[in-house]
């Protein structure tokens, strides 16, 4: 394993290993590593001759200071898990100088549509940060593909406007949720619930897949409805948003339409962590 921590020592190993005509595989994270990063790792590793692994806390996408303070962080832990899949991965480990220079601000983008829902939405400037962070590590390390979780399938569909708008050479790739046994998404936020959160989360999964089964039969409306009055005396989670909307353009429905892929779209808090969640629905 190599750890880079400066991004000019990195972009010299990526300059031989191109030189050699080997394929380089990206895997952006914030750290406190999982199962499902472990996931996008191995996929990684199947299509590319070598995987970097970036872990990089990106101050721009939050909006809540506090969530920022609180949010799990372990670089000794997250390395030692990587050893375990990967014993031959790069680890891009920087520190926010280095990528931001002395102002630590984001850059703007135009996202449209796909930044003003869900997430957008609630969390402002959010994708902003994460557009400035994904951009910067793309044309740092150039790779030749990127791995990201379909859990955060927002800001997937972000990311590929991105790559598109900005004209990155950088074939971006979305990767199955990976759940733990009780079928909540795999999510380092996961390790700040208690036994009794984590397990009410579940509950979070089996709404979605209920609303799922009555998609076949049900109104968008009534779907939503009835979403809402599961969540609205529920003892542990607080509901925050509850969408359906088209897989594509992530624009709200109200009525489906044939050919029409769609997903339904969560979020929700146990106590004060905030948890995300998605589903496709046909």
């Given amino acids: 394993m190599q750890i ?34 472990l996931s996008l790792v191995t996929n990684a590793e199947k299509i590319c001759d070598q995987v970097v692994v970036s872990i990089f806390v990106n101050p721009t996408q939050f909006n809540n200071p506090q969530d920022l303070e609180k949010y799990p962080r372990g670089l000794q832990k997250d390395l030692d898990l990587l050893e375990t899949v990967d014993p031959d991965v790069w680890v891009f480990a920087p520190m926010a100088s280095e990528l931001y220079g002395e102002k630590v601000v984001s ?29 910067m590590l793309f044309e740092i390390i150039k790779p030749h593909k990127a791995f990201f979780g379909q859990k955060d399938f927002q800001q997937l569909q972000i990311i590929r406007k991105l790559t598109e708008d900005q004209k990155l050479p950088v074939e971006v790739i979305g990767c199955p949720i990976l759940r733990e046994p009780n079928g909540l998404a795999r999510s380092s936020r996961n390790e700040l619930l208690n036994p009794n959160q984590r397990e009410s989360a579940s509950f979070i999964h089996e709404t979605l897949l209920k609303s799922r089964d009555l998609f076949g039969t049900k109104s968008v409306n009534y779907i939503t409805d009835w979403v809402n009055a599961q969540f609205k005396d529920h003892p542990v989670l607080k509901l925050e948003y509850f969408e359906i909307a088209e897989a594509d353009t992530l624009k709200k429905i109200n009525k489906k339409r044939e050919g029409q892929n769609y997903r339904a779209f969560i979020a929700a808090y146990a106590g004060e962590v905030r948890l995300i969640d998605n589903l496709a629905l046909n």
């Fill in 107 to 135: 850059e703007k983008f135009e996202f449209g549509n796909l930044a003003e829902v869900m997430e957008g939405k609630f969390r402002a400037g959010h994708f902003d940060g994460v557009g400035t962070v994904v951009k």
């Fill in 4 to 37: 880079f921590k400066e991004k000019e020592a990195l972009q010299t190993a990526v300059s031989k290993l191109k030189s050699e005509g080997k394929t380089l595989g990206l895997v952006p994270t914030m750290g406190a590593l999982h199962e499902g990063h």
